[in-house]
């Protein structure tokens, strides 16, 4: 093969896998992200301005791994969280700025390894387009602080058919007959 025909071949090659995605949907643009009010376990805050902190307070806020899956993008190992086993009824919040994020009644086993949920409280997490990988992906945040929380993919269960995988790092649970801690200020 003379080289021309090798740039040439190495440039469809380039190429391919973005073809490919452009032309199959998306398997993770959610249809809906809304879960019906009688889905809360705990009254939540009516208002929560937006927290912004530098990167010093959350360092100082934060483990290391925490600080890394929130506000780098990291990901925790496949099936080291806690939260996996987690099967009382309460209330799952962001593990930065305690914003309430999910109902366990939506938390159902994926056999993923981290924890998924079929719907997060409504207007409670932001979404953008994630490509890292390559691909298009739809990662969600806390709504409040922008703490990286995971990404969600369309083959969860009835009623959305949504699966919001979450890093477990990224959430603290609150069982239902505690209180919900203040939100961070």
Not at 36 to 49: A, I, K, N
Not at 58 to 73: D, G
Request: with cysteine.
């Amino acid at each position: 093969m003379d080289r021309k025909t090798f740039l040439k071949h190495l440039g469809w090659a380039a190429v391919a896998p973005l073809a490919l995605t452009a032309c199959t949907p998306s398997r993770s643009t959610p249809a809906s992200t809304s879960a019906p009010d009688t889905l809360g376990v705990h009254t939540l805050p009516e208002d929560f301005p937006p927290l912004d902190k530098s990167e010093e307070e959350w360092r100082r806020l934060l483990t290391k791994s925490e600080y890394q899956i929130l506000f780098e993008a990291g990901t925790e190992p496949r099936r080291s969280s806690p939260l996996l086993n987690e099967t009382r009824t309460g209330t799952y919040i962001c593990a930065a700025c305690r914003l309430p994020l999910f109902s366990s009644k939506t938390k159902y086993e994926s056999g993923t390894g981290w924890p998924s949920f079929w719907a997060p409280l409504d207007g409670q997490v932001d979404t953008k387009k994630d490509t890292k990988l390559g691909y298009a992906r739809t990662e969600y945040h806390c709504a409040r602080c922008g703490g990286h929380q995971g990404h969600i993919f369309e083959d969860g269960p009835d009623p959305t058919g949504l699966r919001y995988c979450n890093n477990g790092l990224a959430l603290s649970f609150v069982p239902a007959d505690a209180s919900l801690p203040d939100l961070r200020t």
